[in-house]
């Protein structure tokens, strides 16, 4: 049974920074894409960052120079490095697995950028 346990939210001010960290069980972690996806109340679930099984990234516009994803394999972890955080980055993030047949979700954690 897959499973993604995300951690490393918290309250932050602006100007902060804050490392999200996913760990997966259950898979074959290094076979698969795998992101990062934020909630703010009201709106949509959006897609923040991607890497795949090769480490290739990409970014929304957004968090574009501010927000960086990596992974560990012998880990089986991804990270999301997140600096110069705004009060617009408010939301639940989680963290998802692209497998070959269907999608994981983690359960989220909260990032509050508030001063």
């Known amino acids: 049974q897959v499973q993604l346990v995300e951690s490393g939210g918290g309250l932050v001010q602006p100007g902060g920074s804050l490392r999200l960290s996913c760990a997966a069980s259950?898979?074959?972690?290094?076979?698969?894409?795998m992101g990062w996806y934020r909630q703010a109340p009201g709106k949509q679930r959006e897609s923040v960052a991607r890497i795949t099984s090769k480490g290739s990234t990409n970014y929304a516009d957004s968090v574009q120079g501010r927000f960086t994803i990596s992974r560990d394999n012998a880990k089986n972890t991804i990270y999301l490095q997140m600096n110069s955080l705004k009060p617009e980055d408010t939301a639940v993030y989680y963290c998802?697995?692209?497998?070959?047949?269907?999608?994981?979700w983690g359960q989220g954690t909260q990032v509050t950028v508030s001063s």
């Open positions: 998802r697995l692209d497998s070959t047949r269907r999608v994981y």
């Open positions: 259950g898979t074959d972690f290094k076979l698969y894409a």
